[in-house]
């Protein structure tokens, strides 16, 4: 069974004798889906060992009265007070030796055997209670892993494992010595006892260390998602595993997790996010998460939590304009969701979150969020049964490396430096012209996109090497630029041959010197016109590369910043330094004409085009994320897919056409 729209419901927060009146509500306006349970282990296990799953019967049977199924969420990111006051070992540990107490959630260790214990015991007698109930159709592990952890733990728990980790990697202590270089600051070890987590010191740690830290607490969380994951599959091996993902949260490797999954799931929420990182709202930063999911399994995928109301915790976003809502739920989508279930069913009267709000408003009244949802969900349906399992063509692939963004982390060299953001300098230009993008990953097959981008490919190994030289071999586009080949797999800088290293053929040229422009923006000239450049600046000689654009400032004004090189039946492109939008404009048109990829439409800014594929269909969605009605040029041969398409788009209007592929 296909299941379209959901909601994730907290039973535990409401009297019981709303419950009924609840499902009714949401079966009224075509939920199909309820995920629950994820946070109330105090409800089903109040003291050790003595479980009352009774309440959650009741609901998952009232709620499969109006045809409504369910997904329970294993509730282990809020371990509950008597677990805490029986093993306070469990609670986590920061850099600064500080440990992190109850009272929000993911105040747990990981690692820890003791807190392990329990959740084997509560996993195990929850997935057996529900195994045989047709109406629990799957499962989520925990809640957004790695949200609310900062680095994780840095407990003697947490040390032990990354001991055991390294002495598995490395085999030998001496090994070690030499892939970290610790002959640096009198750093050698002569026992892996020896070696701590990366804790608060003096001055900073070694970047391999570091490096390694951060692979070894993302394998710790993988480790912990497979540890329930086992325990579930064993008890309901018929019933699906999920888990809703953040974009590009760094704290746990999303490829590696996505392999446990057997479908990826997101959390969306474009309206703002109560700390501020996003409030601004871009159409572009919540397509390329969008994006990122799906292209984690290569398929569609589940929205877990999709925005309801207005956001935040202890400072709020903004209200959702009329119109927004539906709008971001056709974004989602559009870039290849399946299903959408929002957050919440209504705002809740207490805790942390009683200010994220909910279809419902505190009252429990519909409102205009109710309304808008419900209309949305009626008339769109139909459309999201169609789309079930439709991906979008492949055009550019953009190269994403968890590796490469922890060592950037470590050593930015420029405080502005950040890697996700560097890739989307060329994402949101790839939006603006609304040309398909897919995020892709180094043991991925490249072959079938027409351009490769892959920025900042700080970390360089022959294996990585080889696969890049073989695409441009074979036909390939290639984008390269600053900051790649620079250190080995291990973070230690490479002193074979010139930079960018095992590169340099691929691009015709060699970097002879940099300038980090701290304090500075740099210029760059390209066929007469001037664009602004920022962080940094390669300097480079070519050696069978031709020139595009130079430099316009600085000591070395006229020598090369942007160049082509063909290589096989290929082009490499090097960009040496970090384009401002509008020379990125400017590129992706050089890719257009270079490459052969293509715009879906020419549409005015804001007005996002984006497409799905199944069956010999091309559906080609239309997002207006302006306040104004924009007029659209609607090729002859796109037809409408219903009666709301025309030539001009309203306010935070969506139009989906149909075009035979």
Known sequence: MSYLFGVDYYPEHWPRERWAQDAKMMREMGISIVRMAEFSWSKWEPREGEFHFEDLDEVIEILAAEGIDCILGTPTAAPPAWIIEKNPEIQPIDSRGMQHYFGGRHHDCQSNPVYRKHIKRFVTAFAEHFAKNPHVVGWQIDNELGNSHGDLCFCPSCEERFRLWLKEKYGTIE???????????????????????????????????????????????????????DILRAAAPDKFITHNMMGFSDKVDYCKLCEQLDFASQDQYPGGHYHGRHNDYRADYFASELDFI???????????????GITGWEILGRAPKPGQLGLWVMQSIAHGADTIVFFRWRSCLFGTEQYWHGILPHNGVPGRYYREIKAFIQQNSELLRQ???????????????????????IQPHHPALWYVGHLLTYYKALHKANIPVDFVHEHQDWSGYKVLIAPLQFLMTPKLSEKLHAYVEQGGTLVLDFRSGIKDENNIAIDRGVVPCMLDDLCGLYVTEYDCLRDTTGLVEWDGVTYQTAIWSDIIETTTAEVLATYAKEFYAGTPAITRNRFGKGIVYYIGTQMSAELADRFIKELEVSSGITSLLDAPPMVEVVHREKDGKRYIFILNHTDKAQKLNIPANWQPFDDRCSDTIEPYGTMVYIEKA
Not at 297 to 306: G, L, N, S, T
């Open 294 to 308: 799906r292209s984690t399994k290569q398929r569609p995928f589940w929205i877990m939590e999709q925005q309801s």
């Open 387 to 409: 789309l079930q399992g439709a991906m979008p063509s492949k055009e550019v692939g953009i190269l994403f490396s968890y590796d490469q963004e922890y060592a950037l982390r």
């Open 175 to 229: 090994n070690l010595n030499k892939c970290w270089g610790t002959a640096f600051w009198s750093q050698e070890y002569t026992s892996f006892d020896q070696i701590i987590a990366p804790k608060i010191t003096v001055s900073g740690h070694n970047p391999s260390h570091q490096l390694d830290w951060k692979r070894f607490c993302s394998d710790l969380v993988l480790d912990f998602h497979k540890f329930q994951a």
